[in-house]
């Protein structure tokens, strides 16, 4: 298989027309070679525009949604970054390549672990092993937040960590109708919410959607 013109084809004719234009965001999808952090079962597929299946039942995203979440956050060199959900690391080594530094928490130790091997070249990166879904109690706050699954509602402890003028990408609802949000703290208490894009993504675990049932 031709990785290059896989890697190619995926920006040009899924991350480019889903109105994803900034040049750096389009340069390190170019750069990265996403095929790195798929299953090795999986290669055939790390640049379709679908999820790619990990252990533990859970996803990388589809590479249209990774990157118009980058896109979106527009992070500086400067700026101090909260991943919850590390997965197989893609994501994680594109934020690395833009900010200052990367906290990045996975529920699973050895999903953890592969993506620390991985990422070895990196020394902006602390990897922590817990449930972050709905919290994460480091006592810290950061400029960027990205929740790389679902949660019922935006989780008020992540909003709570934001610095001011800080932004939280967020992914709400229920199947088979979600929306991924833009969130800004642009007050203490103020927050300013954008709708990005309509999806359907898995939760993070423990913040799952609610049931609702039907008679």
């Known amino acids: ?11 040009e004719q899924q991350i480019r027309p889903w109105d ?42 589809p590479p249209k949604v990774e990157a118009r979440m980058l896109q979106a956050v527009d992070i500086d060199e400067s700026e101090s ?36 091997k991985k990422l070895s070249q990196y020394d902006n990166i602390h990897f922590e092993v817990g449930d972050g879904a709905c919290d994460w109690y480091d006592g810290k706050t950061y400029d960027v937040i990205i929740l790389t699954g679902a949660t019922a509602e935006v989780p008020q402890a992540h909003l709570n960590k934001l610095n001011l003028g800080g932004r939280l990408i967020a992914t709400t609802g229920a199947s ?23 999806t359907e993504i898995p939760a ?9 049932f039907t008679f």
């Open 81 to 116: 970054v909260l991943e919850i959900g590390t997965g197989s690391g893609f994501m994680t080594a594109l934020l690395a390549e833009l900010a200052k530094s990367v906290t990045t928490v996975e529920y699973f130790a050895d999903l953890s672990a592969q993506a620390q």
């Open 1 to 11: 298989m031709n990785f290059d013109q896989a890697r190619f084809n995926m920006v």
């Open 20 to 61: 994803v234009l900034d040049p750096k965001v389009l340069q390190l999808f170019m750069d990265i070679p996403r095929h790195h952090f798929v299953p090795e079962r999986e290669q055939a597929i790390a640049y379709m525009d679908l999820e790619v299946p990990l252990d533990h039942g859970q996803f990388m995203l």
């Open 176 to 198: 088979p109708l979600m929306e991924t949000w833009l969130i800004t703290r642009v007050e203490d208490n103020n927050y300013e919410y954008e709708g990005l894009f309509e």
């Open 204 to 212: 993070l675990i423990h913040c799952e959607p609610k049931e609702t």
